[in-house]
């Protein structure tokens, strides 16, 4: 017999970064070949529509995943696209339905336990973007993807020798404590909750997946499936987590 799926009420994923060679979009579809939802959000920089003018990636798996969501789709999950900074030419989409997929610019999600979650990428939040700075972003973003080709050989040759450990994410630390100490990314976008009048707010952007309670306000951030493979859902009672593939 089949391994029964997992059901969650609601799954948020962001991050993936389609159209890239440091996206794991077979992992991501394991996950949601095994995962049974009511509601799924993407929560931004799904496609990468920004390799598209850089060097663009594109193979069966990411095909395979394109095709779960329409899938899942049409077993009546309703689909929610949010746009992030990699993919913000979908937002002059906003307010349409595509093949069954929702695009919004951002919304409002009620859980099981009546709490209201406001649902944005997050990007309109991190100072690195506003367009004084857009070098520095442009240099970080391929720094990083460049970190993570690094950082899956250097995993190769430590497994070897039984150490777990990833570069990429060690970098990424240390610069995104600089970043917060700049923009104060979580502060900022909690307090944007706290001005929709609602109890808390899911985001993506950094690729820190993360749940706790910011200033009164509820804190979840999916993470990315270019490392952390993580999402955040909503079980059927309403209960929050982060899962890790």
Request: aromatic residues 10%; charged residues 30%; proline residues 2%.
């Amino acid at each position: 017999m089949k391994p029964r799926k997992h059901e969650y009420r609601t799954v948020f994923i962001s991050d993936v970064h389609l159209g890239t060679r440091i996206s794991q979009p077979a992992r991501l579809l394991d996950f949601l070949k095994e995962a049974r939802m009511r509601h799924l959000y993407l929560v931004g920089d799904i496609v990468d529509v920004t390799a598209f003018r850089r060097k663009f990636h594109w193979d069966k798996d990411h095909n395979a995943v394109v095709r779960r969501i329409l899938k899942l789709v049409k077993h009546r999950v309703k689909v929610v696209y949010i746009p992030g900074n990699h993919d913000r030419d979908m937002r002059d989409f906003a307010g349409m339905d595509f093949a069954g997929i929702e695009f919004r610019n951002r919304d409002i999600h009620t859980t099981r336990q009546r709490q209201r979650l406001l649902v944005i990428h997050g990007d309109e939040f991190d100072g690195v973007l506003r367009e004084q700075m857009m070098f520095l972003y442009t240099v970080g973003d391929y720094s990083y993807a460049a970190a993570i080709q690094v950082s899956r050989l250097v995993n190769r040759v430590t497994r070897w020798f039984g150490v777990d450990f990833s570069l990429s994410k060690y970098l990424k630390t240390k610069v995104k404590n600089v970043i917060k100490f700049i923009n104060n990314f979580e502060k900022l976008i909690v307090y944007e909750a706290r001005s929709a009048n609602v109890d808390g707010v899911v985001c993506g952007h950094i690729h820190s997946p993360d749940l706790r309670v910011v200033d009164g306000k509820i804190y979840g951030n999916c993470g990315c499936w270019t490392e952390s493979c993580s999402a955040l859902v909503e079980h059927l009672d309403g209960r929050l987590e982060v899962i890790h593939l």
